[in-house]
């Protein structure tokens, strides 16, 4: 399987006391989705891994303590810490209010309608429920919104965003 068969669910975004529990904080609320699912699928070297869920506690719809089979120790959480986490797409319940898929914008050029051609997308982050594209611009670290205010149009075969930056974003 390929990762444009999966959905960007969410990260591991730390580790939780020594028995190879971690923490995962969602995009959006998957739990139903989750629940209904055996495994996970973690992002590593850019490929999707299953992981076989063993325990899973939600402390909200956003937020869930998970134990995968094989993961034991704390060391063995912090090798996954960080990853992003996906679901297939055809497994999806038709009740997900918002499923994204902008991970997959990575090494998508950013070009602004103003400016031109802003750099490539490195990385997709989630802070505070809101994506974010990672770009090196000018020997800075440039976090953009992704948006339906700020994304003009994209064109998937040329791997392009076509962009308005928000104003005074670059002076930051």
Partial sequence: MKIT?????GKVTRT??????????????????IKKS????LEITK??????????????SYNARVKFEDVDSELEAKKILH???FLPKKQLLKSSSKIS?????ID???????????????????????EVAMINYQNKELLLPLNKETIIEIDNKEKI????????????
């Fill in 161 to 172: 965003i076509y962009y308005r930056i928000p104003e005074g974003l670059l002076n930051i």
């Fill in 47 to 60: 490929k999707p891994v299953p992981f076989l869920i063993k325990d899973i506690h939600f402390e909200s």
């Fill in 101 to 105: 898929n902008h991970v997959n914008f």
């Fill in 5 to 9: 068969d999966f959905v960007y669910i």
């Fill in 108 to 130: 998508y050029v950013v070009i602004d309608h103003k400016i031109g051609n802003i750099g490539m997308i490195k990385d997709v982050y989630i802070m505070s429920m809101h």
């Fill in 16 to 33: 939780y006391r020594y028995k190879g529990e971690v923490w995962i904080l969602f995009e959006d609320d998957f739990e139903k989705n």
């Fill in 83 to 85: 990853n992003k986490v």
């Fill in 38 to 41: 055996n495994f996970l699928f």
